[in-house]
């Protein structure tokens, strides 16, 4: 395999402001690329992801996403004019909060929201979509905070008793009526997918490194994992290829199934075959959803 060579820091960073693109593969330079160019090295190992898709309107993801996981956003909220006791909610400013949501899970901070002005019906539409695994033994609670309260109280918090059948319902959200009159509505909803492998490499000279795995994919259900090596695909070994020839044999051969042989942390070689389908990345794992 042909090593790309970039002798000079000004072409680094040029491809860090506008990643490149190849065989249809977003390619980016990883942490690893980056530590060795500050140790004056002139090689450079470009990270690429698998292709990933949004199945059409209607398509039945399979297999489906595990019954723990959860696709959850908040839909809006509907906050009383005054506090508790008749007072205005923003001492400087208009009269209105500045609310942002919580969701905690078992005492922890799940999901937090942006703030949003100056406003008794936030939307908050900047929030990220995201999945989330959220069991049925957890306890779940939402709250409503104001950024600039004159209590440390929040405006609103609730428990929410079952999420899976709140997630099973055919209404568009989850409605929780607050204490003090106000409402808060939570979209949710089965896990959110996308179609693909689930994988990005690293490629080296004698082989491709595996840099991530999203476990809830077709490389994770396959027992793949970050920094596992790809020596072989479709029968021809990783060192042997040109230059993106590797990227070109699994975009081809990805709707059918890509044929790898790979080797992990202690030297164990082994053979996965992997083909298109359904991806439920977490928050964690840092892939968008719409």
């Known amino acids: 395999m042909v090593l790309l060579e970039r002798s000079l820091y000004a072409q680094f960073y040029h491809h860090l402001r506008a990643p490149a693109?190849?065989?249809?593969?977003?390619?980016?330079f990883s942490a690893v690329t980056i530590a060795t160019l500050s140790l004056a090295c002139g090689a450079v190992y470009p990270e690429v992801s698998t292709p990933l898709?949004?199945?059409?309107?209607?398509?039945?993801?399979?297999?489906?996403?595990?019954k723990d996981l959860f696709f959850v956003r908040f839909a809006g909220a509907v906050i009383p004019k005054k506090t508790r006791d008749g007072r205005q909610w923003d001492s400087v400013g208009g009269e209105a909060p500045d609310p942002y949501g919580k969701?905690?899970?078992?005492?922890?901070?799940?999901?937090?929201?942006?703030?949003?002005?100056?406003?008794?019906?936030?939307?908050?539409?900047d929030q990220e979509a995201a999945n989330y695994r959220i069991r049925p033994t957890d306890k779940v609670q939402v709250e409503l905070w104001d950024s600039n309260?004159?209590?440390?109280?929040?405006?609103?918090?609730?428990?929410?008793?079952?999420?899976a059948e709140a997630a099973s319902g055919d209404e568009p959200f989850v409605e929780i009526t607050c204490d003090n009159g106000?409402?808060?509505?939570?979209?949710?909803?089965?896990?959110?997918?996308?179609?693909?492998?689930g994988f990005d490499y690293e490629?080296?000279?004698?082989?491709?490194?595996l840099t991530r795995v999203i476990k809830e994919s077709p490389a994770g259900r396959a027992g793949m994992q970050a920094g596992d090596e790809i020596l072989v695909v479709q029968g021809k070994t990783v060192a042997s290829l040109e230059d993106g020839a590797l990227q070109s044999l699994i975009n081809a051969n990805a709707s059918l199934g890509v044929k790898l042989t790979i080797k992990n942390g202690e030297g164990t070689k082994r053979e996965v075959t992997v083909k298109d389908g359904s991806?439920?990345?977490?928050?964690?794992?840092?892939?968008?959803?719409?």
């Open 182 to 197: 106000g409402r808060v509505n939570l979209v949710i909803e089965p896990a959110h997918g996308k179609l693909g492998l």
């Open 21 to 28: 693109r190849w065989y249809g593969f977003r390619v980016r």
């Open 203 to 209: 490629l080296r000279t004698e082989a491709a490194v």
């Open 53 to 66: 898709r949004t199945p059409p309107p209607g398509f039945a993801l399979k297999p489906p996403p595990p």
């Open 149 to 163: 309260p004159l209590t440390n109280l929040p405006i609103c918090t609730e428990a929410l008793l079952n999420i």
């Open 279 to 290: 991806i439920f990345p977490l928050h964690s794992e840092g892939l968008p959803l719409e």
């Open 103 to 125: 969701i905690l899970v078992n005492g922890k901070e799940l999901i937090l929201t942006p703030i949003e002005s100056d406003t008794l019906e936030p939307t908050w539409p």
